[in-house]
Structure formats: structure tokens, C-alpha cells
């Protein structure tokens, strides 16, 4: 114990007779001043790119650097924001509450059913399609629509068998948002559907009418009466076990941002690209039904 003790003392003595020899001074911290710091390097980088700008090397197949104004800006006009926001939360809890284990329900089904309400549905689509591609002035997709419609009506029973695609007759769906932007209607502000997700003024409009459209045609009554209530919530279920989307996968805090800007930015591109093609008396583009 002793021994301890003594061991003790003289690392003390030694320790104290070092701070005696030098100087002794209170260390202080700068304050912590995160906005300037990054300010300060901002201007750094912007001094050091001015300084020395990147040239592409010849022959490297680079173009010159992009700049602010070749860069699409992530401002997405939303004025409904806040109200966007609830529905989209809600539609994430009802999703996760009700339409996921409908949807995991309705995929245990045998395939060979699913594949028919599909098929179903899809053809039911086609009578929207051809009005639509006529309005567009698109009269051979427009042909192809109403050929589909009758191929799977008649030889797939009703439209339970895909028959016009194993004849090499694909389906393209279209509606009243694809024509309004054929002739220049502008997308509009950013809206969240109620239960069914992400879209614009000028969409959700389209989709109202198009339901409305087949509601009034009502092929075979199947829009309205008991059937109606039947067939219609069946219709729901069916994209919804067949769309991928998940909310809140990503365990982003952004992702409303990101799903605005990327559905918006798409809207715009299809736009363009739609317009595009017409001013140069070329078809339109496609893409495969379903997406």
C-alpha cells in the first residue's frame, strides 16, 4: 500500500514540475458557425473554378461544362403543398392499412384469374383510347384501339384473353390529360389524388372525364346498378397489385419532394415529346399499355 502511495506522489511531482517548466494557457474553441462555414466554402470553390475553369480535353467526346441554365430546376409549382401533403400521408396510411393487404389478398389468387380481370379491364380501356386518339387526330392508333376492342371482345371471350396481342396488335392507352397536352394544355399545378397518388390539375381532370366517359357509354351495364359497385372496386384493386410503388420505402424525409419532381418532370418531357412529333407530322411515340 505504501509502495502505491509512493508511486503516486512522484508521477503528481513529475506531472506538476512539467507545467511548472512551460507556459500554461486556457485553450478557447472558435465558435461553431456552420451557415459561414459553408458560405465560406461556397466562395472558395466558385474562386477556384474561376481561377482554373475545366476545359474538355480535345477529342474526349465532352461537351463544354453544364451550366445553371442546363440544369432543370427542382421547383415544382405546388400551390396546394400543404394540402398535397396531408392527402399524401393519408394515402400512404390507407395504403398501408387497406389497400396493401386487399392487394396481397387479391395476388393469391390463381393466375390464370388475375390475368383474366386484367385482360378485362384493359379492354374495357380501349373504348377511352379510340375516342381519345380520335380527338388526338391520331387515327391509326385510334384504329388499332377500336381492332383490339373487337378482337378481344368477340375471340377472347369478353375480353378475358388477350388474343389481339398474341396477333402482334399491342395496346397503347391514352385518355383525355395525353390529349388536352396534344393540343397545348399545360399540365398545371401539382394535386395528390385521393387514394390514388400523385398527378396534376389537368390529369386528375382527364381521369374524372374518363371515367365518366365509360360511365355514360356504359358497355353492357357494367358501370352502373349492383355490377357497378362490384366491378368498380375490383378495377381498384387490380393496378394496385399490379403498380410496384411503395410509400415511404425509401426512408427518405424528401420523398414527397422527390415523387413531385420526378412525376412532374416526366408529365413535361411526355409532353414535349408529344408535341414534338406532331409539329414534325411524325407518330407519337408510345409506350406499352399498362404504364
Not at 451550366?67 to 394540402?83: G, I, K, L, Q
Not at 389478398?105 to 375516342?131: A, D, K, M, T, W
Amino acid at each position: 500500500m505504501r509502495s502505491r502511495r509512493a508511486a503516486t506522489l512522484l508521477l503528481v511531482s513529475l506531472a506538476l514540475g512539467g507545467c511548472a517548466t512551460g507556459d500554461f494557457a486556457v485553450r478557447t474553441l472558435p465558435p461553431e458557425t456552420p451557415a459561414a462555414d459553408v458560405t465560406a466554402a461556397l466562395q472558395a470553390q466558385q474562386q477556384r473554378e474561376a481561377a482554373s475553369p475545366i476545359v474538355p480535353a480535345a477529342g474526349s467526346g465532352l461537351g463544354p461544362p453544364l451550366t445553371d441554365a442546363d440544369v432543370p430546376s427542382m421547383r415544382t409549382y405546388d400551390p396546394w403543398e400543404r394540402m398535397n401533403r396531408s392527402i399524401y400521408r393519408f394515402n400512404a396510411r390507407f395504403d398501408e392499412a387497406i389497400f396493401l393487404p386487399v392487394a396481397d389478398q387479391y395476388r393469391r389468387l390463381p393466375q390464370p384469374v388475375r390475368s383474366g380481370v386484367h385482360n378485362f379491364f384493359s379492354n374495357l380501356s380501349e373504348v377511352v383510347s379510340f375516342i381519345n386518339y380520335t380527338a388526338q387526330l391520331r387515327l391509326a392508333p385510334g384504329v388499332r384501339s377500336l381492332g383490339r376492342f373487337i378482337i378481344n371482345s368477340t375471340l377472347g371471350l369478353g375480353g378475358l384473353f388477350d388474343v389481339a396481342t398474341s396477333m402482334h396488335i399491342p395496346g397503347v392507352r391514352t385518355g383525355l390529360g395525353q390529349t388536352l397536352a396534344r393540343w397545348g394544355v399545360h399540365p398545371g399545378p401539382y394535386f395528390v389524388m385521393p387514394f390514388l397518388g400523385p398527378s396534376t390539375l389537368r390529369d386528375s381532370f382527364g381521369f374524372v372525364a374518363d371515367y365518366g366517359t365509360n360511365y355514360t357509354i356504359n358497355l353492357g351495364g357494367l358501370y352502373q346498378g349492383t355490377v357497378g359497385w362490384v366491378l368498380t372496386p375490383l378495377n381498384v384493386v387490380d393496378l394496385r397489385a399490379n403498380t410496384s410503388f411503395r410509400y415511404y420505402s425509401t426512408g427518405s424525409p424528401f420523398e414527397y419532394d422527390t415523387v413531385r419532381f420526378l412525376y412532374v418532370r416526366r408529365t413535361l418531357i411526355e409532353d414535349e415529346a408529344l408535341r414534338w412529333w406532331h409539329r414534325a407530322g411524325k407518330p407519337a411515340p408510345e409506350a406499352p399499355a399498362g404504364q
